[in-house]
């Protein structure tokens, strides 16, 4: 069987706001951005997760991109670049490399091939994806939640997380956890940072997530109709 996704970026000045989408169908697409990032970034993004959403299956792949930097990349100068040390014939450091090194482990034993696709030419799959982008983009503009879509859904199918590249890291909100909600982990490697025999009181907890963390965090609270500081604590 193969899957058919069209993926596609989105940044609002370029570099600015940016969004990037992959999308099957209405119920099993994903999308997430940056602050600050430019199109190519974006581009490039959403076809690595699309890599790493589908990556527990064994069908053929067809990647619908409106982008030919991200087809070229792939399918014509990666290999130069990896054989010059991930430098251009020109001996100049390849942009984005940390973007192309992850996509080019992803598609490591894979089966696929891209299809270019004339962009904002009304073909649905590839309008679809755009949309979702620019919707990041304009969110990360707005400093409004984004969407970040129901990930890999397909009947039969496994869901299995998606791996954000590090982005740009948000103060997520400090959750504190109450006494009856704190249970003794097995044999902590460090019993130190923990202090469950102390009289009962509330601590507090704080973390940093990337942008793509923050969101997925927010879009599985509201899926389940649950605040993310209620999610959290279920976690924990």
Known sequence: ???????????LGNPGPAGWAWFVNDSCWAAGGWKHATNNQGELKAVLELFRATAHLDDDLLVLCDSQYVINSVTKWMRGWKAKGWRKADGKPVMNL???????????????????????????????????????????????????????????????????????????RAVTVPPAARTRPAGPAHPELFAFDEPAESHTVALE??????????GRAARLGVTVEELLRGLI
């Open 209 to 218: 997530l990337s942008p793509d963390e923050h969101a997925r965090l927010t």
């Open 98 to 172: 940390d973007l192309l090194q992850e996509l080019d482990e992803a598609l490591a034993g894979r089966r696929y091939r891209f299809e270019w696709v004339k962009g904002h030419a009304n073909h649905p799959l590839n309008e679809a994806a755009d949309s979702r982008a620019r919707a990041v983009s304009d969110a990360f503009q707005r400093n409004t939640p984004i969407n970040a879509g129901p990930g890999w859904v397909r009947e039969g199918d496994t869901p299995t997380p998606r791996r954000p590249a590090p982005t740009p890291a948000t103060k997520a």
């Open 1 to 11: 069987m193969t899957i058919i996704a069209a993926a596609d970026g989105s940044a």
